[in-house]
Each structure stands twice: as structure tokens, then as C-alpha cells.
């Protein structure tokens, strides 16, 4: 352990929600997450005296209470608390990192709406998210010039609608439960009337790391949709799976919601093979299957979590050896201009011995 840390504090580049005169529970919660990293730590009992603080104009911190109230106390390497402190790591400019890592800016068809994947576009809904991960690919995103705003929905649904090949649409953003459940009712509703489409898909970190944003209208919304339903989750470590979360992933799947969960391999996070089978264990005891563990996307100022070449394959090879097939999630990468996510195959045939360190570590 270091004695001294460096942290960035970025102004927001990602809006936050006002609240209203009848401010929903979740709103409520998310008013209250944590802004400044001296205050985090301040909670979490770690010493200021240990820390350097460095002011940036970026990329803020955001980390709802519930989400913080996982953290162990004292501890500075905590593996939840990684993802989301601004270390001043995120300064360093490393080859092969960019701001544009999986070529969003290049996939738009028109504002707000990435068509990049044979029948399937995902839009933009919103820049707002209720936890600033550090790692977040999209955390350069144009936000104000590249989301779908209420005076650009129709010109979406126009396109979606003269598009036949496209059969399934992403809800993706930010975080697109950061809208409120009468805008996503009504948008899912204006979705379902394009008769060739038969998916939606959303994807969102606030099942995990906000789970009053589990709504019973949000829950109405997608049970009665025409189209079907599937969320992706973002859960990287099983101890984000509290009991709550639990109990809200699974009055997801009673209201007729496919759930799959998506990871990211992140160093000092998750890069340990204990940690990422009991996640796979903890996902599937709560109806979540385990779909994606992605390797970093190389977004500039994420260089600190990515892990080697090495490692990966230990650690991949200890899934193999210690899940049954369908709770090992595919691990693949994000390439920009590339027709689809690409799974990183390797030869696991002589890693039988190497992957034996990573397997009796100790989850963190």
C-alpha cells in the first residue's frame, strides 16, 4: 500500500437530474451521492494526510451513498472504491489511448443514433449517469451535441422506421434509467409501434449501484411493452451484488425482463480469478447470466486498470477450469470500425499450470 495518492477532482461533464416538488425516491438518493473525493474518504475513515489532491476541468466524481456504503472502511484499495476515485493515474497520457476509443463518433447516422452493428442501433438517450466509473469509454462523449433530444426523437423514429433491417434498438447513454419512467414509457411505447422492430434493449448501472431506481412504473413499463425486453446490468465485482440489488434484479425478471450482466476486466478491481467466479455465482443466483467480460476499452485516462496480456489468460483459464460453460461470460473487445465485438481467443491448452496464482488469490 502506498502512503500517498494522488487524486484528480473534474468538474461534472456529465448533467445531473434537478428535482422537483414530488421528487421521486430514487432522485432523492441520487441527490445525496457523494461529489467530492475528501468527502468519500472522509466517510470511509481513510486518512486526507495520505492523499494529494489535484484539481482538473474533466471528467467529476459521482457515488451514490448505497454504492458507497459497500466499501470497506480504512481500506484505500478497495475494489469498489477503484472504480470510482480520480486518481491522478488518470493524468498520465498513455500510447494506444484515445478519446474516442470504440469509434462512437464515426457511427452516427444521424445525432443521437449509432448504427454500427447489422440490425441493431443504439441511441444515445441521455449523458447523465448516477456513478461516474473511471473507466467509462464514453467519458470524452460529446453529450451535448450527440444525444437524442426531445427536438431530435422524431427524426430518430424516422430513421429507425425507414431502416427494416433493424429489429432491435439499444437504450444506452449515460445511463438511460437516468430518465424518468413517464419519458421512457413513452419512448418505449413510440418504440413499439415500428412494427419490424422485436427487441429493446437497455443497458444501465443504476440496477446496481442505485436500486430504488427499480421502480413499480418502470417495472409496468417494460412488462407491458410489446417488444421484448432485456437489460444488460454492469456489475464487476460480486460485492456489489447486495441483497437489495438482489432482491430488485429479481422483480425484474418476474415482470418478463431478460437480464445479462456485462463486465469489465479492470486491474486492482476484479483481476482475480476468485473474485470474477464468485461474481459469476452471485450473478446467476439472482437470474442474471453472466454474458460479457470486455477488456478495457482504451479510453484515455483508464490506462491504470488495464490488465496484461498474461494475466488474462491465466485468469480466463481459471473460468474455464472452475464454472460450468454457461457461467463463463465471453471475454471480447471492442475494436472501433470493426462489424462486431470480437471474442479474444487464446490458446488456453498450456495454461493449465499459470493460472493456478490467479485462482487461490484471494478475492479482494
Not at 108 to 123: C, D, E, F, Q, S
Not at 259 to 284: H, I, K, M, P, Y
Not at 306 to 316: C, N
Request: with cysteine; glycine share 6%; hydrophobic share 40%.
Amino acid at each position: 500500500m502506498t502512503s500517498s495518492r494522488n487524486i484528480s477532482i473534474a468538474a461534472h461533464i456529465i448533467p445531473e437530474s434537478g428535482l422537483t416538488l414530488q421528487t421521486p425516491l430514487w432522485q432523492q438518493a441520487l441527490s445525496e451521492a457523494f461529489t467530492q473525493p475528501t468527502a468519500l474518504l472522509d466517510y470511509l475513515g481513510i486518512e486526507r494526510d495520505s492523499i494529494s489532491v489535484e484539481f482538473s476541468s474533466e471528467f467529476s466524481m459521482r457515488v451514490p451513498r448505497g454504492f458507497a456504503a459497500l466499501m470497506r472502511r480504512g481500506d484505500p484499495e478497495d475494489p469498489l472504491l477503484r472504480q470510482v476515485l480520480p486518481l491522478q493515474d488518470e493524468s498520465v497520457h498513455a500510447q494506444g489511448f484515445s478519446r474516442n476509443p470504440v469509434g462512437d463518433l464515426e457511427a452516427h447516422a444521424v445525432p443521437g443514433l449509432l448504427h454500427k452493428y447489422h440490425g441493431r442501433a443504439l441511441l444515445i438517450t441521455t449523458g447523465a449517469c448516477a456513478i461516474h466509473c473511471r473507466y467509462c469509454f464514453r467519458r470524452h462523449y460529446p453529450y451535448e451535441n450527440g444525444s437524442a433530444t426531445p427536438r431530435q426523437w422524431e427524426t430518430l423514429l424516422a430513421y429507425l422506421g425507414e431502416h427494416p433491417t433493424i429489429n432491435e434498438v439499444i437504450l444506452s447513454g449515460g445511463d438511460p434509467l437516468m430518465l424518468s419512467d413517464e419519458k421512457l414509457g413513452r419512448w418505449m411505447q413510440q418504440l413499439s409501434e415500428i412494427p419490424h422492430l422485436q427487441r429493446l434493449r437497455l443497458h444501465s448501472r443504476l440496477p446496481v449501484v442505485l436500486p430504488e431506481r427499480i421502480t413499480p412504473e418502470l417495472l409496468a413499463h417494460l412488462r407491458e411493452n410489446r417488444l421484448k425486453s432485456v437489460l444488460v446490468i454492469h456489475a464487476n465485482h460480486p460485492r456489489e451484488l447486495s441483497n437489495r440489488v438482489t432482491e430488485k434484479l429479481k422483480a425484474l425478471q418476474k415482470a418478463g425482463v431478460l437480464l445479462l450482466n456485462q463486465s469489465v476486466l479492470l486491474r486492482g478491481v476484479n483481476d482475480q480469478t476468485a473474485a470474477l467466479v464468485e461474481l459469476s455465482e452471485r450473478l446467476f443466483e439472482a437470474g442474471v447470466m453472466p454474458y460479457y467480460l470486455h477488456l478495457l476499452d482504451r479510453v484515455e485516462g483508464a490506462a491504470h486498470f488495464e490488465v496484461e496480456q498474461e494475466r488474462i489468460r491465466a485468469l480466463y483459464s481459471g473460468l474455464l477450469s472452475r464454472l460450468p460453460g454457461y457461467m463463463v461470460p465471453k471475454l471480447v473487445r471492442e475494436t472501433a470500425g470493426e462489424s462486431s465485438k470480437r471474442p479474444e481467443g487464446f490458446d488456453l491448452t498450456e495454461q493449465t499450470a499459470i493460472h493456478s496464482d490467479a485462482c487461490q488469490a484471494t478475492s479482494r
